[in-house]
T-cell receptor
Framework: GDSVTQMEGPVTLSEEAFLTINCTYT??????LFWYVQYPGEGLQLLLK?????DKGSNKGFEATYRKETTSFHLEKGSVQVSDSAVYFC????????????FGRGTSLIVHP | EAGVAQSPRYKIIEKRQSVAFWCNPI?????LYWYQQILGQGPKLLIQ????????DSQLPKDRFSAERLKGVDSTLKIQPAKLEDSAVYLC????????????FGNGTRLTVT
């Protein structure tokens, strides 16, 4: 079945450092890919998405590019802030039929001042 | 637009007791999901509704969990009887129901079973 694999956390960075969180997926067909963020005590919220190969999703300084050849959707940010501390989830879903959104296990990011 | 509403926010019960969670999705969202999120793990789908019909409940422990979505809007998730391993955050989400549609999550209900 479909699956999403994320790098283990926590990822600990100093403010203004560069961030990469790796995500790879296994799926048949052509899934849409998503990054969700979960701040402490809150539900998940959409951060960005990409719906086809080579698409780049971006939001709040975060970017991720849909790489079909490497089945990857790595999350990047050039300069992290303390307020970016959260848990980040990579996810996929497919159009048509009774698709089921599939989530990775999440990667915790801790940013120190 | 108003977000996904869930209640209660927190619940503490003893094992073998019963508990119910309520969810009101975003207006117009046909698809509703219940997820279980155990600490340190990603959300695990329990059940997915399309309007008031069940699309997938293959991971719902049907001997103790039940869910319904009356009139294709609000939904309730019930656990009876609860076990210690049911301690988790229960997330409700809704979407327009296409593969490109993102999920909109509520803040969840944190259940502690003692």
């Amino acid at each position: 079945g479909d699956s999403v694999t994320q790098m283990e956390g926590p990822v600990t960075l100093s403010e203004e450092a560069f961030l990469t969180i790796n995500c790879t997926y296994t799926a048949t067909g052509y899934p849409s890919l998503f990054w969700y963020v979960q701040y402490p005590g809150e539900g998940l919220q959409l951060l960005l998405k990409a719906t086809k190969a080579d698409d780049k999703g971006s939001n709040k300084g975060f970017e991720a590019t849909y790489r079909k050849e490497t089945t990857s959707f790595h999350l990047e940010k050039g300069s992290v802030q303390v307020s970016d501390s959260a848990v980040y989830f990579c996810a996929l879903s497919k159009a048509g039929g009774s698709y089921i959104p599939t989530f990775g296990r999440g990667t915790s990011l801790i940013v120190h001042p | 637009e108003a977000g996904v509403a869930q209640s209660p926010r927190y619940k503490i019960i003893e094992k073998r007791q019963s508990v119910a969670f309520w969810c009101n999705p975003i207006s117009g969202h046909a698809t509703l999901y219940w997820y279980q999120q155990i600490l340190g793990q990603g959300p695990k789908l329990l059940i997915q509704f399309q309007n008031n019909g069940v699309v997938d409940d293959s991971q719902l422990p049907k001997d103790r969990f039940s869910a319904e979505r009356l009139k294709g809007v609000d939904s309730t998730l019930k656990i009876q009887p609860a076990k210690l391993e049911d301690s988790a955050v229960y997330l409700c989400a809704s979407s327009l129901g296409t593969g490109n549609s993102p999920l909109h999550f509520g803040n969840g209900t944190r259940l502690t079973v003692t």
